[in-house]
């Protein structure tokens, strides 16, 4: 193939490979459908690369049929030299189509053939994407879920799921049928966490993405205040059972929101969530991970049964002191508070010692000597004044007695 010589005029002037699907703009020039589109949608500016003349963001892009014949034609004569023919491009996808994939969305008969081509739409580009969420594809895939969960029919579920991560949920679309119904819609994802399905770790981690959405779209409004206590069961056996790094990150938001109430931090508490995180933090997480680990910790760590839950694992406070000075400054802040929670409130020679063993107490002297935020230092002075009796024979805290700690 490096030895043929391709014409000129077959070439994008964008991606400079043979064009597959030439259309026409109306500045005259000639571009590869997808290079073009791809172009006005990422550009800050929609201008013509060529001319530099405007374009409009949906430009009229005119099919160059002769043109692209002419390219089919040239492929199959040079086919001995490697060049591969260009398939005939499929009509780009409209707003009126899609409101005619949803007409055979609600007929039985189609509704799975349906709901498979609306994925592979949804796969092709961004355009057909605009198109879903203009003609409110995500509204229907949300009703589509609620609809298998009262039939409790799981055909087409992954396909729904799919596209809506695909296309994900606009807020404006899709508000007020969250608004009015997110308490029927979270029941249903909950369902969905509890189905055993072919493709598991995938159905699950669009689960969990779709119900961070949800919760991001619909923030005036208290989704997680009334959750069941199933509902916490379900997202702790998925974070244990194992899913995508993005799942896990979206388990983790949804919980990190639910700390807000009372009692989700007691149905999560006997969720068994604490135990969990502690497992998934020992399996050496990514930074964005352990901060989110903690911070839920933290919360759950306000409660007596909490406390008492995290200590249950032995290696609770030696992966917690691990975070001090060891992640991020956010993760630093949050494993302190926890110590700080353990320390105050179940300080007994056991847990003390142990801090001194797995080198907390060392982390927590270091804070105190060196440059960091005002109230972490403050902090960590706090439970090395508290139980100075118990450390005071250790090396790592030499010259803590000469600190001053503010009163509270």
């Not at 005259?28 to 405007?54: F, H, N």
């Not at 409209?94 to 409101?99: I, L, R, S, T």
């Not at 007691?266 to 995180?277: G, H, K, Q």
Request: proline share 5%; with cysteine.
């Amino acid at each position: 193939m490096d030895d043929i010589e391709v014409p000129q005029y077959f070439i994008c002037p964008i991606s400079l490979q043979i064009m597959k699907d030439p259309v026409t703009t109306i500045t005259g020039i000639t571009y590869d459908r997808e290079s073009i589109e791809q172009w006005l949608l990422t550009s800050k500016k929609t201008t013509c690369p060529v001319t530099k003349q405007p374009l409009q963001k949906d430009p009229d892009l005119t099919p160059n049929h002769t043109l692209r014949r002419l390219i089919q034609g040239w492929c199959t004569q040079n086919a001995l030299h490697g060049i591969d023919r260009i398939p005939t491009p499929k009509p780009p996808l409209d707003k009126f189509q899609v409101f005619e994939f949803i007409k055979h969305l609600w007929q039985p008969e189609l509704q799975l053939k349906t709901i498979k081509q609306l994925v592979s739409l949804a796969a092709e580009n961004e355009k057909n994407r605009k198109y879903m969420i203009e003609a409110g594809v995500p509204k229907e895939m949300l009703v589509f879920i609620v609809t298998c969960f009262k039939q409790g029919q799981i055909d087409g579920l992954e396909e729904a799921l799919g596209i809506l991560n695909f296309i994900q949920i606009p807020s404006a679309e899709t508000k007020p049928i969250l608004l009015e119904n997110h308490d029927l819609i979270i029941k249903s994802l909950t369902w969905v966490l509890g189905c055993e399905m072919k493709n598991q770790v995938t159905v699950k981690s669009h689960t969990m993405l779709v119900l961070k959405t949800i919760i991001e779209a619909c923030t005036s409004s208290n989704v997680l205040e009334l959750v069941s206590p199933e509902f916490f069961k379900r997202v702790v056996k998925v974070l244990r059972s194992g899913i995508t790094q993005q799942g896990i990150n979206a388990a983790l938001d949804v919980l990190l929101e639910a700390c807000a109430w009372t009692r989700n931090l007691i149905r999560m508490i006997e969720a068994n969530t604490v135990f969990e995180l502690i497992e998934l933090e020992l399996s050496f997480p990514e930074k964005k991970t352990t901060e989110l680990i903690l911070g839920i910790l933290c919360n759950l760590c306000s409660c007596p049964d909490g406390r008492a839950q995290f200590l249950s694992h032995r290696g609770s406070i030696a992966v917690v002191s691990m975070k001090i000075l060891g992640v991020s400054p956010k993760a630093g802040d949050r494993a302190v508070l926890i110590l700080s929670m353990i320390c105050k409130f179940f300080g007994i020679y056991m847990v003390l010692q142990e801090m001194l063993t797995v080198g907390a107490v060392e982390k927590l002297s270091s804070l105190t000597k060196i440059d960091c935020a005002s109230f972490l230092k403050e902090e960590a002075s706090e439970i090395l004044r508290l139980h100075f009796p118990e450390w005071k024979d250790s090396p790592c805290i030499d010259g803590f007695q000469g600190i001053r700690v503010k009163p509270r």
